[in-house]
């Protein structure tokens, strides 16, 4: 058997009941509300087919298509880090006894397959890995260990996606047990498949599925590089670091901030953002405690909260922080920048900023580049 097999739509809807089989709670995207969410599939029937999602900077609706296309949108408002560290997590739990408290035995992490991953959400899986995996978070890193993964590479990327200016997609090249690429035409409609792993071949095998002729898998890849030559935005990653690093007291931080509504829904819809708090509740009886980890988000005024006050008080010194985070200093922290190019946070931003064009504006407005002479730029952020 070579590596790149062809299967049709029976085969897709062959893959999730071996997911099933194999004991894995098979979730992909689904219709719910006029946007597509991440829920339990059992069939290809509960894919949002014929449907594409049209997103620009505070936009997001879902139209029919003129095909049966399985995966012909791009990505909704949920990541899989709502499956990997699902907001209000109990870590423990306790009762009280005569003797003081019992600690409750926590259940078994689900066995999820993520079906139907994007590129850039393969790539922020690897990015939450680095920063989980090495503080050996023990939510995550069993959730993540039972997981299995079904990449989908984008054949039609949305007017928000940028992956390809940070070479996490539109095709996927690793951190998947099986990659699927839709190839749709009106005479075909097949389904290029090739396994990451050795349980993704172990899958595959039991499918009713042909080698891939040339042809076929040419027309695949011809389908994901156009992907990558009609990106919708870019975003210029050169000397990035050095020019957020040097910008600090830009006064264009004030100017986004005029628009910032503080609401953190990039940070809450971004797949790679990982910032919680923890909370103790207890039962008003005292007959029982517990501690849950929420998200939390750098946009919130008590995020950075310490003796006798927030250290970020503005709402320019917090979009600062998230954005030179997020494209800088995560690359001082982890290895690689912490953005995968996906346009959730453009696309779920109530007032349209855009970080794309925001990063542009501050290359335009670089403070390194004022004249000798030319008075310092004041300190206008938090």
Known sequence: MTELLVIDREGVDALISALIERGYEVVGPTVRGQTILYDTITSTGDLPVGLRDRQEAG???????????????????????????????????????????????????????????????????????DVYLPVEDGIYTERRSRSFTVAVNCTEPAATCFCASLGTGPDVTEGYDIA??????????????????????????????RDARDEEVVKARRIVVGAADHMGRSLDTDGLKELLYANVTNPYWAEISDRCLLCTNCTMVCPTCFCSTVEDRQALDGSSAERVR????????????????PVRSSASSRY??????????????????GCVGCGRCIAWCPVGIDITREVTAIRERDVRRVEIGVPAVKEVVG
Not at 116 to 128: D, F, S, T, W
Not at 198 to 208: K, Q
Not at 320 to 337: C, M, V, Y
């Open 294 to 309: 929420t998200w939390d988000s750098c946009f919130t005024l008590n995020f950075s909260y310490i003796h006798g006050g």
């Open 180 to 209: 699927l690429t839709e190839v749709l035409s009106k005479k075909q409609h097949y389904f290029l498949a090739e396994p990451g792993t050795d349980e993704g071949r172990e899958v595959l095998a039991t499918l009713a599925a």
């Open 59 to 129: 936009t997001y609706r879902l139209e029919e298509r003129d095909d049966d296309a399985l995966f012909g949108y791009v990505v909704g408002p949920q990541s899989w880090k709502r499956f990997l560290t699902p907001p209000g997590t109990v870590f423990w739990r306790g009762l009280r006894t005569e003797d003081g408290f019992e600690t409750i035995e926590q259940e078994e992490a689900p066995r999820y397959a993520f079906f139907g991953a994007r590129p850039c959400e393969v790539a922020a899986m690897k990015i939450q890995d």
């Open 320 to 337: 600062r922080q998230w954005l030179t985070h997020k494209l800088a200093s995560w690359q001082d922290q982890f290895g690689s920048i």
